[in-house]
């Protein structure tokens, strides 16, 4: 198969780096962007010291010219990204009485704003090369979850907006799939039991017991879905909504 570049958002550590280096693991070259491109050092190193290539790129994905910057040197280094990852995301969790205009608008720009920017600028190489995967991360708060009234939005709005690239851009040999993860441990999961008061481990304890199969979900549980998606096997799958959440969710 031909060998191709991956962008993976938000890729510094978490889910986003379990998936950049899986797909390095694929055989494809990637580029590790986040907001702080010394913070994908690790990232980086990991994926090369495994035989792979990679590249940090520091991007904001809420911001139109640092999205296309990053595009442009990703395909000149690399060569033209046909694989996107919308991963990077943030929390700004709050009641909505408390919530803020500024809370609702980080939230929105960063995850559907920056996913709409990333994949605008990376659907031309991927139409000019008749080849693209499109792999959105939503959320299993998009459902609904207390607290997240600006996160659930934004991953319900990233399911709608999956749906609608693949309709788009089926006829050029693109496909859009999104990943809706139930509890993952991770940082942000992390400074969510911070964030309500309860030992992560006592966090974790109770996020398992509401699965199916009574265990929390890992960034490689992610990166494995992500990896089929990515697949160029994977091209009569499109549209599609894959909860990865250790059971069915009501």
């Known amino acids: 198969m ?24 694929d055989g494809m070259k990637v580029a590790v962007l986040d907001l702080d491109e010394s913070a994908c050092a690790a990232t980086v190193e990991a994926i090369k010291t495994a035989g792979g290539d990679a590249l940090a790129v520091g991007c904001d994905v809420a911001d139109e010219e640092s999205v296309k910057g990053a595009v442009a040197r990703v395909a000149d280094e690399l060569g033209a990204p046909t694989v996107l990852v919308n991963n990077a995301g943030i929390l700004r969790d709050n009641l909505l009485f408390k919530m803020s205009a500024d809370d609702w608008d980080m939230v929105m720009n960063v995850h559907l704003r920056g996913s709409f920017l990333m994949s605008r600028e990376c659907q031309a190489h991927m139409t000019k090369e008749g080849f693209g995967r499109i792999v959105n991360l939503s959320s299993s708060s998009a459902l609904g979850n207390r607290g997240q009234a600006n996160y659930s939005a934004a991953k319900a709005g990233l399911q709608g907006f999956t749906k609608t690239l693949a309709i788009e851009l089926g006829k050029f040999g693109v496909t859009a799939n999104a990943i809706a993860p139930g509890f993952i441990e991770t940082d942000m999961t992390a400074a969510t039991a911070e964030r309500v008061g309860v030992p992560f481990e006592d966090f974790i ?24 998606f990515c697949d160029e096997r994977s091209g009569y799958v499109s549209g599609q909504v894959l909860y990865v959440a250790g059971g069915p969710l009501c």
């Open 2 to 25: 031909t060998q191709r570049t991956a962008i993976v958002t938000g890729a510094a550590r978490g889910i986003g780096a379990a998936v950049a280096k899986r797909l390095a693991a």
């Open 205 to 228: 304890k109770g996020a398992a017991e509401m699965t199916a199969v009574k265990k929390a979900g890992q960034p490689d549980d992610i990166a494995n879905a992500a990896s089929f």
